[in-house]
């Protein structure tokens, strides 16, 4: 058993790959990342976020960054040194406006492309075959659209881009987008709805479960320590 409690409630955690877990966690209005030595034990704060921050999830990809979605602003945060006390944010996705006048403002990357910022971001996940970030758009403020979105970005030149969207059924407040292998799976949390879609954003098949979801993720036990 593992406790980050003394910096509050766990949102979301991710393995490394390297003997660390990382954790999101929120206490008194404020965010944390906190990083767990799977074999000591020991935990340790390693990056406190701008009050401005609500932290959602984290994905970790192994090269010593993590990618953490924030609910308000509704953004995709990058942070760089995460294993060490020198852990900083390093690039934020997000609106100019929202992050006006917080000391992120000159992490924000340049937007390219013609399309909607998100409005509303919970689970995120990291795709390593293609390195790009998939998420649930909400899409809060236009009710009746929902998308799954898949983030492309570019240190060199600071910007990022959506590499791949597609209307998906309608959920306000949980959700989340996953790409796998082939395929994506969908989670319209709200209405209880998990689906599966081509290459191409068509519906292979889609499911409900009676109930509200705030995620649904598709596994291959072959590539997870239960083989």
Known sequence: VYSTK???NMKDFDYDGYGNLYAV?????????????VGTQKAVKTLTFDKKVHAQSITVP???????????PSSVIKVSNIASTVAKVSAVFGKKSEWKNTKYSKRLYQKEGKYALPDGINLL???????????????????????????QWKDEKKSFTVFRNFKVPYSEKYGSGQWFGTHYVVCSGDGGIFSEYDTSGKLIKEFTSGMALRSTVKVDFKQTCFN
């Open 125 to 151: 996940l990291y795709n390593s075959d293609k390195s790009t970030l998939s998420f649930l758009n909400n899409n809060r403020t236009k009710k009746g659209e929902s998308y799954y979105y898949e983030y």
């Open 6 to 8: 003394r910096w509050g």
């Open 25 to 37: 966690t929120q206490k008194k209005n404020r965010s944390y990342i906190a990083r767990v030595d």
């Open 62 to 72: 192994g090269d010593g960054s993590a990618f953490v979605s924030s609910k308000s």
